[in-house]
């Protein structure tokens, strides 16, 4: 399959129609937007704009989201429309993060991952005090707080159990490499996330394994594609691993809003 039908489908079920937990899912003329369920930000997955409407839509969603006290994310593609639409969402605001890329891999019952034998130090990530470590060797690796992530992992697992799994490395019983994925319900998608690694832990594999895992995981439920949001520091290792770059995103955080949220 090319890159551009894998990116068609990618684009259908995970920006289009996707219905991610804990969301709830409104589609507009304008914008496919997802409000938490949980009072935390929402997002924009997929817009359909153009030059001549673009600020009065980013406007509108602007609007729309403080009236129900959330911020959001408005995530931008490479291939979206404008062109321009970085520059737009700038212009009204929005904080513009650090450019990723859109790394995915095809798995079938003959590739290589399927076959590796997983490091006897790798375990799976069931509890909340797990989870708890999870976030605590991210906050470290990444230096910022992950309260909130804590709360969604911990939520996630306890209603939905086989929507989310978790892996750790350990070394002497300590947590030094961890990473987890979420089977995206209703598509052929398996999305990685995490990938923190202690640094005195790196140039040991562990990412890699961890990714492996995570893949035998995904493919055993019926999974066909395994995706991750690539920074700059983890794009070689995935190519390295077989994953293809498709495009490049950028999450784009709305401004902060002037009334408080509601209770």
Same mark, same amino acid.
């Given at each position: 399959?090319?890159?551009?039908?894998?990116?068609?489908?990618?684009?259908?079920?995970?920006?289009?129609?996707?219905?991610?937990?804990?969301?709830?899912?409104?589609?507009?003329?304008?914008?496919?937007?997802?409000?938490?369920? #949980?009072?935390? =930000?929402?997002?924009?997955?997929?817009?359909? %704009?153009? @030059?001549?409407?673009?600020? /009065? &839509?980013?406007?509108? +969603?602007?609007?729309?989201?403080?009236?129900?006290?959330?911020?959001?994310?408005?995530?931008? #593609?490479?291939? =979206?429309?404008?062109?321009?639409?970085?520059? %737009?969402? @700038?212009?009204?605001?929005? /904080? &513009?993060?650090?450019? +990723?890329?859109?790394?995915?891999?095809?798995?079938?019952?003959?590739?290589?991952?399927?076959?590796?034998?997983?490091?006897?130090?790798?375990?799976?990530?069931?509890?909340?005090?797990?989870?708890?470590?999870?976030?605590?060797?991210? +906050?470290?690796?990444?230096?910022?707080?992950?309260?909130?992530?804590?709360?969604?992992?911990?939520?996630?697992?306890?209603?939905?159990?086989?929507?989310?799994?978790?892996?750790?490395?350990?070394?002497?019983?300590?947590?030094?490499?961890?990473?987890?994925?979420?089977?995206?319900?209703?598509?052929?998608?398996?999305?990685?996330?995490?990938?923190?690694?202690?640094?005195?832990?790196?140039?040991?594999?562990?990412?890699?394994?961890?990714?492996?895992?995570?893949?035998?995981?995904?493919?055993?439920?019926?999974?066909?594609?395994?995706?991750?949001?690539?920074?700059?520091?983890?794009?070689?290792?995935?190519?390295?691993?077989?994953?293809?770059?498709?495009?490049?995103?950028?999450?784009?955080?709305?401004?902060?809003?002037?009334?408080?949220?509601?209770?």
């Amino acid at each position: 399959m090319s890159k551009d039908e894998i990116l068609n489908i990618f684009h259908k079920q995970l920006r289009v129609d996707i219905e991610p937990q804990g969301y709830k899912r409104e589609k507009t003329e304008y914008v496919v937007r997802h409000v938490s369920n #949980y009072n935390e =930000d929402g997002f924009i997955s997929s817009s359909n %704009i153009n @030059e001549v409407n673009a600020h /009065e &839509v980013i406007r509108s +969603e602007l609007k729309y989201f403080n009236e129900i006290g959330q911020g959001f994310e408005w995530k931008v #593609y490479s291939y =979206d429309q404008p062109t321009n639409l970085l520059k %737009i969402l @700038e212009a009204e605001g929005f /904080e &513009v993060e650090d450019r +990723e890329a859109l790394m995915v891999m095809e798995i079938n019952e003959d590739h290589p991952f399927l076959n590796f034998d997983l490091p006897a130090n790798l375990r799976e990530i069931t509890s909340m005090q797990e989870i708890r470590e999870l976030i605590q060797l991210a +906050e470290m690796v990444f230096g910022e707080p992950l309260s909130e992530l804590e709360k969604r992992l911990c939520r996630d697992k306890l209603q939905n159990p086989l929507s989310i799994f978790l892996y750790g490395i350990y070394e002497n019983e300590e947590l030094v490499s961890a990473g987890w994925m979420y089977l995206e319900n209703g598509t052929s998608f398996a999305s990685f996330w995490g990938g923190a690694t202690k640094q005195e832990a790196r140039g040991k594999g562990y990412y890699s394994s961890l990714l492996k895992v995570r893949a035998q995981k995904a493919f055993e439920h019926g999974y066909r594609f395994m995706t991750v949001d690539a920074l700059p520091t983890s794009q070689p290792i995935l190519e390295k691993n077989g994953f293809e770059c498709l495009a490049y995103s950028y999450g784009c955080q709305s401004p902060k809003q002037s009334i408080p949220k509601y209770k």
